[in-house]
């Protein structure tokens, strides 16, 4: 028997939205706008798309872009064209203006007049009420485009899918953050000063007073699950807002002097008192969008608090993922995992291992390295010291060049392993000991314009020394310098042998 699929479009309870005043209403009148606190997306935030009326239209200037504050992270907003766009104040709409730490939704107006679609880019309250912020088409004017909306237009207001994924993200973000919150505060004592709904996919984080032990964040984690799992509902309160009773509410504050959670925006004119509430869990004075359910919020908390030093007190942020984010977080991670089993050739549950081996590896190379390095270093300072013991004249100084190729980004430290064996094997000032000088350099294999060679002087008379390092700078353009029998220095380009190595012979052949 083929099996019947049922596909029911997800709709909101009616006992969702409740207005628990007998004198307010949603106002009827096309005419008039709705209140934020009463829109359509806040009373039922699963609807997609709403017919609906314009009651004001104007031409705008784009809105400033605000500068970034410094080390915060780039918080959602949509970008906004630098070009004149039209402010739309529609009857109602399912396009939330960003509040309560929501971003702004985007989506669409369709002007029934002319069937034309119009990007929203942003909607923003404006006092009261949520201005639409229209995008004017391509090629059209803006007097032409403003006929599209005269008061009492019919049109469509739709988020469209790309709209309603970032709302159901927004969603499920926030009515998560109300319940952690609720939870850090009856179980551990602990408010949240901020918190910010961060760019997808992003982790989201709630800022608290002090950081988090793993036990703790595990405890608070299990018992959001358990809600979760419950299937805990989610609805809304609304009443007519006493504007002296919110404004005469003082804000609780830490010792610290920060202020726990925010008071009511003060442009804010809608008269709406708007409260979320989590069945036995929380209620929460909000004007965002929540979903009617936490059923499918399943809550993951990163087991680590970020500490956050401020001059006066120190508080952390404790990041979270829900929702459609945390499955973008689960399979980045798990291909990310994949990828570094697939290297490792080994099984992911082996990852950690083979890194451990990896690592454990790697340190006994590098030692090996630097151990043989050593040795090459000796060996190279003894045959220079024989050569300089081996010469006729016992007195007359020693001068000598030894060029080599490095590919390392230490060639430095292996031409520093030779003076410093040299010195070992013929130190300079050692009675009977013959004077030398030499020069050591390095490049690497391959060579541009930008590449670096080193080198580094060595002798047993530093006003010697200094000669040649001086004669490096002027001859060969080489930056350095150095202090008593040693001198070191860089030189940008390409190394060439039969220029460099004989101006190096040079200089040598002046002392
Ligand atoms: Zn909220």
Do not use: Q
């Given at each position: 028997m083929a099996a019947t699929a049922y596909l029911i479009a997800p709709t909101t309870p009616?006992?969702?939205?409740?207005?628990?005043?007998?004198?307010?209403q949603v106002p009827s009148d096309p005419q008039i706008s709705v209140p934020v606190g009463l829109l359509a997306c806040q009373r039922?935030?699963?609807?997609?798309t709403l017919q609906t009326t314009v009651v004001s239209a104007s031409v705008a200037q784009p809105p400033a872009i605000p500068a970034q504050k410094k080390g915060k992270k780039a918080v959602l907003a949509p970008e906004v064209p630098n070009e004149l766009l039209l402010h739309v104040l529609l009857h109602d709409t399912v396009i939330f203006p960003e509040g309560g730490g929501q971003p702004t939704d985007t989506g669409r107006i369709i002007t029934e007049v002319d069937g034309a679609i119009w990007e929203v880019v942003q909607a923003k309250r404006h006092g009261g009420h949520a201005v639409h912020y229209v995008k004017i088409r391509d090629g059209v004017h803006a007097d032409t485009a403003l006929l599209a909306f005269q008061p009492g237009a019919k049109v469509t207001v739709a988020l469209g899918e790309e709209g309603y994924d970032r709302r159901y993200d927004h969603m499920s973000m926030h009515t998560s953050q109300h319940m952690l919150s609720a939870l850090l505060e009856t179980r551990l004592d602990l408010p949240t000063l901020s918190w910010s709904l961060t760019s997808h996919p992003s982790p989201c984080y709630v800022e608290i007073p002090r950081g988090m032990s793993q036990e703790e964040i595990a405890s608070i984690q299990a018992e959001a699950n358990r809600l979760v799992f419950e299937g805990r509902k989610v609805h809304v309160e609304v009443e007519e807002l006493d504007v002296a009773q919110e404004q005469a509410k003082v804000i609780p504050k830490l010792e610290s002097g920060r202020s726990v959670g925010k008071a009511l925006p003060?442009?804010?004119?809608?008269?709406v008192k708007r409260v979320v509430v989590i069945d036995g869990v929380d209620r929460n004075p909000c004007c965002g969008t929540h979903l009617?359910?936490?059923?499918?919020?399943q809550l993951f908390l990163i087991p680590h608090t970020e500490a956050l030093s401020r001059s006066s007190t120190t508080s952390a942020r404790l990041y979270f993922l829900a929702g459609p984010r945390l499955i973008t977080y689960l399979t980045s991670t798990h291909a990310s995992l994949a990828s570094t089993a697939s290297i490792l050739s080994c099984g992911p549950t082996l990852v950690p291992d083979r890194v451990t081996q990896v690592v454990d590896e790697r340190k006994k190379a590098e030692k090996r390295v630097t151990d043989t390095e050593q040795g090459l270093a000796e060996y190279i300072a003894k045959g220079l010291a024989a050569e300089i013991i081996s010469k006729?004249?016992?007195n007359e100084l020693y001068k000598h060049h030894f060029h080599r190729t490095d590919d390392t980004g230490n060639a430095l430290g292996f031409l520093t392993s030779i003076a410093f064996s040299l010195g070992a094997v013929a130190?300079?000032?050692?009675?009977g000991g013959r004077p030398y000088i030499i020069v050591l350099s390095s490049t690497p294999s391959t060579q541009t314009a930008n590449t670096i060679s080193t080198v580094l002087v060595v002798g047993t008379d530093d006003a010697k020394v200094k000669v040649v390092g001086d004669a490096l700078k002027t001859k060969l353009a080489i930056k350095g310098g150095g202090r008593g029998t040693r001198w070191s220095g860089k030189f940008t380009g390409v190394w060439k042998e039969s220029r460099e190595n004989t101006s190096i012979e040079e200089i040598l052949s002046t002392l």
């Open positions: 009616p006992d969702y939205h409740r207005i628990i005043s007998p004198t307010l039922d935030p699963l609807l997609r003060k442009d804010y004119t809608g008269g009617p359910s936490i059923h499918n919020l006729d004249n016992a130190p300079p000032g050692a009675e």
